[in-house]
């Protein structure tokens, strides 16, 4: 079937489910007005750039309030979901589409960390601070890439599903670029020297039988042993094991208690830091949503507000030598 007799399918299990008449007539106008605007492209191949895209038009060329724009998000993902569970389709980033939030607050002082506390806990992460005699025997590999992922994570505003996919392929020590995120976010960073030598540093550190290989689909970021005390290697696999989300997040929350940082500090902080400084010294430029991997202009949205709420004290905070 096309489209258009998915959409009547759709709208009839709507009308049996009891649905008002007013709301499928709303349904059947938002998916109509969807269609028009897909044209000639297909619905299935859809990507994720190109749903942000209509989303854009709505908001900047049709001046859709937030609230219109939520609900015809809602509409679209409700047939999507339809058309998954009928078999038409497996995905569809209709289903993983984040409409824009209907009463944007700013970032509070906790959701960020200021330049002090991130000078603070790459300082640790690269000692020796707390760590138990034991600890200190394993420590000399583990201390390069923990130390390596948090300045990505700080510095370059990595996500964390960003740094455990990141792989040998993605990297360049010679060219000093690594390449991260999917789709619309996909892009190529380039690396300040000092960084890029530690990438190479951390890299070189893992004994060579269990080490990353060049130009090659292997984890930038492998898993450590703690019992053996080396990298793990994926015998199913046949390759490193890759450092998960989990063991990531595990390893921040340990990195900021050394530090005697305050508890609940995340990626995600790292990542909100990033971005308000990034906004601090560029402003709201055309480049901006690109250099930071963000999907949309809406994503913007909420920083850009912050930005212009932040007091000069909290400026001085988030910029460096202050």
Not at 245 to 263: F, P, S
Request: contains cysteine; hydrophobic residues 35%; positive net charge.
């Amino acid at each position: 079937m096309d489209l258009l007799s998915w959409k009547n399918v759709f709208l009839d299990q709507l009308a049996l489910k009891g649905r008002k008449q007013a709301t499928i007539r709303r349904y059947d106008y938002d998916l109509l007005d969807f269609f028009q605007w897909l044209e000639e492209k297909p619905f299935h191949t859809l990507t994720t750039e190109e749903v942000e895209a209509f989303y854009h038009h709505l908001l900047m060329s049709r001046q859709y309030k937030v609230r219109t724009i939520r609900r015809i998000s809602s509409v679209l993902r409700r047939f999507a979901l339809f058309l998954l569970e009928e078999g038409f389709l497996q995905d569809h980033p209709l289903l993983h589409h984040e409409p824009p939030l209907l009463n944007l607050e700013p970032l509070n002082r906790n959701e960020w960390i200021s330049q002090k506390e991130t000078s603070i806990l790459l300082k640790t992460s690269h000692s020796e601070r707390g760590l138990t005699e034991n600890q200190r025997i394993a420590r000399p590999q583990l201390t390069e890439r923990n130390y390596t992922i948090l300045l990505l994570l700080t510095n370059y505003g990595i996500t964390l599903s960003e740094a455990c996919a990141l792989t040998m392929r993605d990297t360049s020590f010679i060219q000093q670029t690594i390449i991260v995120g999917l789709d619309a976010s996909k892009r190529t960073l380039t690396l300040e020297d000092d960084h890029a030598k530690q990438l190479y540093v951390y890299w070189s550190s893992i004994p060579e039988p269990v080490r990353p290989r060049m130009h090659t689909d292997d984890s930038f970021f492998v898993a450590f042993d703690f019992t053996r005390r080396t990298y793990h290697w994926s015998y199913e696999n046949d390759r490193p094991k890759a450092l998960t989300a989990i063991a990531l997040q595990k390893m921040i929350r340990t990195e900021v208690a050394r530090a005697h940082l305050r508890k609940g500090i995340s990626a995600q902080h790292f990542r909100n830091s990033y971005l308000l400084r990034s906004l601090l010294h560029s402003g709201h430029d055309h480049q901006l949503q690109r250099k930071l991997g963000l999907k949309s202009p809406l994503s913007l949205r909420r920083y850009v507000l912050t930005v212009s709420r932040l007091t000069t004290k909290e400026k001085a905070l988030l910029l460096p030598n202050q």
